[in-house]
């Protein structure tokens, strides 16, 4: 990790940041969105973590190696969910009685 | 070769005496020697419970035991097999022993984290160990649920509890494995001049890292379930089984490439030393041991087949399944041509590698068979299964567990083993070996299922055969336990480096002194070069 | 440099080694708590996509202000965190003993916030293993969704509750005058978890609370 020290008031950016796009999904959650509903919450939830891990976390400023731990970690998970996603998603897809 | 017997100099043995030097160590030696101990513990526990399944097997009605203590006995044979010997095995004990060493640093890089992995994997060991005494748990080692959620009257949470707290050990080492060769190699020392034995100890602690998590939860979920029913695997409660299934085998397939990468890893050291020269390809057997630590990941659903996986999955998993045995075979081409031409001698770990290369080999072919759809259903279940597994987790990986433990023994104790005996119980460990699970094969083809206490007639042959074998098996196994421990006080004493083998491990003295090296060494050639030794012998 | 040869260990080279080895440990123990977390999401993601309706309903349940407040207050106590490190590497300790107390408080009161919703909800007989009684329909389903719901908050403010812990002893250790710019790396990988557990829940609030509040 570099020395490079974080500003409070960069901190403090961020911050201002992740409130605001907390009162934002919110908002759009009382809201009829239909099948965005989900797809809305889960995209500002994505760019609150992004915020949290790059700059919180400083993984912006970190060693590739760090940055590679970071992915590998979410793309495992990514992995399982799709995977398994798969099986449930699939059934019925191929003509064979039960399956 | 063998040069002049070195005097007793201050060692990571003799360096403290008394239990506390020993409980409280930082050394990665003593605490792969803590490691060692407690599993040979566990193994001889999972051996025991192996030889009453073999004996009520011997007659084809159940007369031994009851059918539930049947189902006990075959989950805590799985068990403490699976979670309290083969996953720590190799990596704990020689992993933990030679890591440093291989890469020629002073310790680990957690060396407090690293004792305090040994005290989880206790205290883990010692709650499956006290939920045993008490009753112990029969829904196999798998924990299907809902059998194991609703259904079960044994200590299903006790156990699974146990197993949880062995995970974060398991977590542990293999961060402290990762962190340190990434960090704290020796100078010169490139990826590329790494031992093998240190690209699949790496691999396998990637897979210990992203895997064991995931066993943790599913496990903390079967507890909750069992607990307030909350309906997660409950069909009654709109849950699902089949999810159990896929929670627990994401994690148990790589589990089995855990258990078999560091034997692999040992195989590649064992095959170079004793045909005297480098490992055919090295980096594609480097690249190998990556390349099974990621695709294990996606091959899990082969375990599901059977379980109302869609077929558009189950295609997936299968093909997926035989891209996997791609870079394991990779691997035993290149031993072979490293044998070709090379200066052969026939030491006792060689012996065991040769076991490994031919018993891996079988092992891994049967896998196949078992990851084509059609053959699958017909033998699922069976002792087929049976055969397979054990082919690759005994005939494979408890081979290389044998070869390594004899080839590092010199560096670890400063003694020797005696080579007559030792020769003598590889013989007998592959005869036995065989004669217990070939017969398996045939049985579960022909349809003889797994985890029955009672079966037809028909099949009484196969399994008098596989328990004459295990009885031979036994004895094995216990000539190298005897000798082991006669060793280390009436053994011949062992030079730096008897086998003549390149790595820095034997660069300096046997047993090591306790941080490893008495100057930080500076690499600058590759693992494998039997030329340095002719340089540094004239020089 | 030199009185920083004591926070050396003997098995690193130099200092630098030695934090670089902690941090990346540090993220590879998160990414094993990403998987773990990530088992019990994806029994969420199976259970959401067979049931949203019994799952919208379950979520309607739920207090949205306890919810949103929760993730604001959380999201207040990382800002402190990341604070404190800056205090650390700025030498500040009064400063970073203070970031690092605000931290805990807000950690506290978020538990205090979960747990009065964790009792509301089981006045309202809708904790699974407890009391769980539903009279509208599709009650198996909603019971999915709440044991579900407790399984994955509870094991978030276990998490919660240790880093409470670990910053407390951290607290303490700075008042102690532990830390210098030239060493703070425990600081650094406390806030790392606590980061992270600030990240589980930014995605647990809308997966949670945040099912067809339309209905409402």
């Known amino acids: 990790m570099s020395e490079h020290i974080v500003t409070k008031k960069q901190y403090g950016y961020v911050f201002v940041t992740l409130m605001v796009l907390t009162l934002v999904t919110t908002y759009a959650g009382m809201k009829d969105l239909g099948p965005l509903n989900v797809v809305v919450a889960l995209a500002i939830a994505v760019i609150k973590a992004s915020l949290v891990v790059l700059f919180f976390m400083h993984v912006y400023w970190s060693s590739k190696l760090n940055k590679i731990v970071v992915v590998s970690g979410i793309a495992w998970l990514g992995l399982l969910l799709w995977l398994t996603v798969t099986d449930f998603a699939s059934r019925g897809w191929l003509p064979f009685p039960g399956k | 070769m063998i040069t002049a017997i070195a005097p007793t100099r201050d060692n990571y043995l003799t360096h403290e005496y008394g239990i506390k030097s020993w409980l409280l160590t930082q050394d990665h030696k003593r605490i792969a ?30 007369d031994l035991v009851s059918a539930q203590t049947y189902n006990k006995l075959f989950s805590l044979h799985g068990i403490f097999m699976i979670f309290l010997f083969m996953i720590p095995s190799i ?47 029969d829904t196999g080692w798998t924990f299907y649920t ?32 990762i962190v340190t060769i ?38 903390l979920l079967v507890a909750i379930e069992r607990g307030f029913h909350i309906g997660i695997f409950d069909p009654n409660l709109g ?23 560091p034997g692999m890893g040992i195989i590649s050291e064992v095959i170079s030393v004793y045909s005297r020269k480098k490992i ?9 041991s ?33 891209l996997v045995a791609v870079p394991s075979a990779i691997k035993v081409f290149n031993w072979t041509a490293t044998l070709y031409k090379g200066s052969i001698s026939y030491e006792t770990p060689m012996l065991y590698a040769f076991g490994f290369i031919g018993l891996f080999t079988v092992g891994g072919l049967t896998g196949t068979f078992l990851a084509t759809l059609g ?30 433990l004899h080839y590092w023994w010199p560096k670890i104790t400063g003694r020797m083993y005696p080579e007559g005996w030792a020769k003598l119980s590889a013989l007998v460990v592959f005869l036995g070996f065989n004669l217990t699970f070939f017969p398996q094969f045939i049985m579960g083809y022909l349809g003889m299922p797994r985890r029955y206490h009672a079966y037809p007639p028909e099949f009484q042959i196969y399994h008098v055969l596989s328990t004459a074998g295990a009885s031979v098996l036994a004895v094995g196994y216990i000539i190298p336990a005897i000798y082991f421990v006669w060793s280390m006080r009436y053994g011949k004493l062992a030079p730096d480096n008897p086998w003549g083998a390149t790595g820095l491990e034997w660069q300096t003295t046997s047993p090591p002194p306790p941080e490893n090296f008495e100057i930080t060494p500076v690499v600058t050639y590759d693992a494998y070069d039997y030329s340095i030794l002719e340089e540094m012998k004239v020089g | 440099m030199a009185n920083h040869s004591l926070a050396l260990r003997h098995q690193f080279d130099d200092v630098a080694q030695q934090k670089e080895a902690s941090t990346f440990g540090m993220w590879l123990f998160l990414a094993t708590e990403v998987l773990f977390f990530g088992g019990m999401f994806l029994c969420y993601t199976i259970y959401r996509r067979w049931y949203p309706v019994a799952f919208g309903m379950g979520s309607n349940h739920l207090s949205l202000m306890l919810g949103a407040v929760s993730t604001a207050v959380l999201i207040c106590s990382s800002y402190f965190m990341a604070c404190s490190v800056n205090s650390a590497a700025n030498g500040k300790k009064k400063a970073l003993v203070a970031y690092l107390a605000m931290t805990i408080v807000l950690a506290i009161a978020f538990l205090v916030i979960e747990m009065s919703e964790w009792h509301m909800l089981y006045t309202e007989g809708l904790m699974p293993g407890f009391n769980f009684t539903y009279h509208e329909m599709d009650p198996r389903h909603v019971q999915l969704f709440f044991g579900l719901y407790f399984s994955m908050t509870g094991l978030h403010a276990s998490h919660v509750t240790i880093g409470i812990i670990v910053l407390t002893v951290m607290a303490v250790r700075a008042y102690r005058g532990a830390f210098t710019p030239d060493y703070y790396t425990p600081i650094e990988m406390s806030g790392l978890y606590w980061h992270f557990v600030d990240l589980v829940w930014i995605f647990l609030f809308p997966l949670y609370y945040l099912i067809a509040r339309h209905l409402q």
């Open chain 2, 33 to 62: 020697l803590l490691y060692l101990g407690a599993i040979s513990f566990f193994f001889f526990l999972g051996g025991v419970f192996a030889t009453i399944i073999r004996l009520e097997l011997l007659t084809p009605p159940g």
């Open chain 2, 91 to 137: 990596p704990a004990t020689l992993g933990n022993f030679l890591v440093p060493l291989m890469i020629g640093c002073k310790d680990l890089a957690f060396p407090k984290l690293n004792l305090l992995s040994w005290y989880i994997f206790m205290a883990g060991g010692a709650l499956v160990m006290y939920a045993m005494l008490v009753g112990g748990v």
């Open chain 2, 146 to 177: 809902p059998f194991s959620t609703s259904y079960a009257n044994t200590y299903v949470i006790l156990t699974a509890t146990g197993i949880f707290i062995t995970g974060f050990s398991s977590i542990l080492t293999g961060l402290n494995f």
């Open chain 2, 182 to 219: 990434h960090r704290m190699r020796a100078p010169g020392l490139t990826w590329f001049r790494l031992p093998l034995f240190i690209w699949s100890m790496y691999a396998t602690s990637v897979i210990q890292v992203l895997g064991t998590p995931v066993i943790a939860v599913t496990l």
């Open chain 2, 239 to 261: 849950g699902d089984p089949v999810l159990f299934q896929h929670l627990f085998w994401f994690y148990s397939h790589p589990a089995v490439y855990i258990m078999v990468l």
């Open chain 2, 280 to 288: 055919f390809g090295y980096k594609f057997v480097a690249f190998s």
């Open chain 2, 290 to 322: 990556v390349a099974i630590a990621i695709l294990s990941f996606l091959v899990w659903g082969h375990h599901l087949f059977v379980s109302s996986q869609s077929v558009y999955a189950s295609l997936v998993f299968s093909f997926l399944s035989f």
């Open chain 2, 375 to 404: 053959f699958d259903v017909h033998v699922t279940d069976t002792y087929f299964v049976v055969a397979h597994f054990h082919y690759i987790m005994v005939g494979g990986t408890m081979m290389a567990y044998l070869g390594g």
